[in-house]
């Protein structure tokens, strides 16, 4: 009988954020994974790992129930890999949407399981630091900024290497989102790469629930504004500059993901700027639907997912030429230089006067979404244990 073993514990709410990126993947996974199993009519066993004691959505719930999975509440992966050791079979495979942390000086898998992880980049070798980055956290932030550019910069880069080749070499299967993901890899861990079965395979749309009409409402939008990677400063700087100079009349700006109180009294145009939390999937779907432009910044992407969510309802993006970006949007958005506010400035004047022909988002995006939904089948077959 077929065993499989998925962690949805990676899935759940971390470091206070209700939703993330790789939660969402793990997500998306799972259930089209059911629905797979369910249309092949593959026999099997399938066994969830998640806390139950902490937030997981109600649609999951429901599709766990609805299929009578067997259910192992666990704390850390620690206790996922214990799960695995006390099976009883011959033909186990384990899934994993984040393999970074199981590396095996921390974890070691059971003779014989087969073991199948998602890398989504390698963030922390190939943009380990910003200038800006202490100005989300203060002081304390500020000092270990400065550490990690200097006196630390040889060091964490070889601790991050440790971490990653542990990671990779605790899986047989590795699946990256991209191709520069996968070349990142390469790159980095050479010797690894060499002995390790690599797919790249496209990070799948997100589980929505609701579709809005989309209708422009007049404003730039920008998400996850905590977070330093994501590069809301530089963004929200030049956006502000722009009030200054009485470019952007009528045009107001929606921010996401708590952006730094400290950083709202810089703002010189403050009347100008809405701010929000981390909102829940419906309303964001809400506000992809009615921005009149998506503005992502972002300073590093092993896939880079919320253009394309912005893209489903026509809407113009302006996001950074670096890393996979360019890769996955070709011609359908416009793009910065990330650290430059003033061509950020220029492409957002660009962008608010010439918006991007639909149709030729909607080619791109058909595109896209194609190689999603077979990439994602990919990835079940894989977890099935297909080749």
Excluded at 72 to 101: A, P
Excluded at 153 to 160: E, I, S
Excluded at 333 to 346: G, I, L, T, W
């Amino acid at each position: 009988m077929k065993i499989i073993v998925f962690d949805l514990f990676s899935a759940q709410p971390k470091q206070g954020i209700k939703f993330h990126g790789g939660g969402e993947y793990i997500k998306t996974v799972f259930k089209v994974l059911l629905e797979t199993i369910k249309t092949l009519n593959i026999t099997s066993i399938i066994h969830v790992c998640f806390d139950t004691e902490n937030y997981i959505d109600e649609w999951i719930s429901l599709i766990i129930g609805r299929n009578n999975l067997l259910v192992h509440s666990v704390k850390n992966e620690r206790e996922i890999v214990d799960v695995l050791y006390e099976l009883d079979g011959t033909d186990i495979t384990f899934y994993t949407g984040m393999i970074y942390l199981y590396g095996k000086d921390k974890v070691q898998f059971p003779e014989g399981v087969r073991t199948i992880g998602t890398c989504h980049g390698l963030r922390l070798l190939e943009k380990p630091y910003d200038i800006y980055a202490y100005k989300y956290g203060g002081t304390k932030i500020f000092f270990k900024e400065l550490l990690r550019r200097t006196i630390c910069k040889r060091y964490l880069y070889n601790k991050y290497y440790n971490e990653f080749k542990n990671s990779l070499e605790n899986f047989k299967v590795i699946i990256t989102v991209s191709e520069h993901s996968s070349y990142a890899i390469r790159t980095h861990l050479p010797e690894v790469a060499k002995n390790i079965d690599i797919r790249v395979l496209y990070t799948p749309m997100k589980v929505t629930h609701n579709q809005y009409t989309a209708v422009d409402k007049n404003y730039i939008m920008m998400i996850s504004a905590d977070r330093w990677l994501k590069n809301a400063f530089r963004g929200v700087c030049a956006i502000d500059d722009l009030y200054s100079k009485g470019c952007l009349s009528g045009v107001k700006t929606k921010v996401l993901g708590n952006y730094p109180v400290r950083l709202r009294r810089q703002i010189a145009n403050l009347d100008k700027f809405e701010f929000y939390g981390y909102v829940d999937n419906d309303e964001l779907e809400k506000m992809y639907a009615e921005c009149s432009i998506f503005f992502y910044p972002s300073l590093n992407e092993g896939f880079g997912l919320p253009p394309i969510e912005a893209m489903k309802y026509g809407k113009t993006c302006i996001i950074s030429g670096v890393c996979s970006l360019p890769e996955i949007y070709e011609n359908t958005v416009y793009y910065c230089n990330p650290y430059d506010v003033q061509e950020m400035e220029n492409r957002l004047l660009k962008a608010i006067e010439c918006r991007i022909d639909t149709e030729i988002i909607k080619k791109r995006l058909n595109k896209i979404i194609e190689r999603q939904k077979e990439d994602l089948i990919q990835i079940c077959n894989l977890i099935i244990g297909g080749v």
